[in-house]
């Protein structure tokens, strides 16, 4: 079993930032997914961002060039930077490992950006 805790969530303003953090715990051993979701009132849940292994990143085109995920395998926490936040990022925020067909959440953490 893998336990995820979100962290850092909170209201800012547009334009603002917020970090993140999605600390790990339990049998992480062979897990070969990692990422963030969001999920907006009425809205589906949306992929975010991904880090491999490798650290290779990707972004919703929405994100790119605003978020930036990253990963502290020794402390076995994910972070996500958001920057230049607007309106359109309030959303439950998610993290999300998966290992062959097995998937974990986190319970999510809201942000709310106000214009």
């Known amino acids: 079993q893998v336990q995820l805790v979100e962290s850092g969530g909170g209201l800012v303003q547009a334009g603002g930032s917020l970090r993140l953090s999605c600390a790990a715990s339990g049998s992480i051993f062979g897990i070969n997914v990692i990422a963030w979701y969001r999920q907006a009132p009425g809205n589906q849940r949306e992929l975010v961002a991904t880090i491999t292994s490798g650290r290779s990143t990707n972004y919703a085109d929405s994100v790119k060039g605003r978020f930036t995920i990253s990963r502290d395998n020794a402390n076995n926490t994910v972070y996500l930077q958001m920057n230049s936040l607007k309106s359109e990022d309030t959303a439950v925020y998610y993290c999300?490992?998966?290992?062959?067909?097995?998937?974990?959440w986190g319970q999510g953490t809201q942000v709310t950006v106000s214009s």
């Open positions: 999300y490992f998966a290992r062959g067909s097995r998937d974990y």
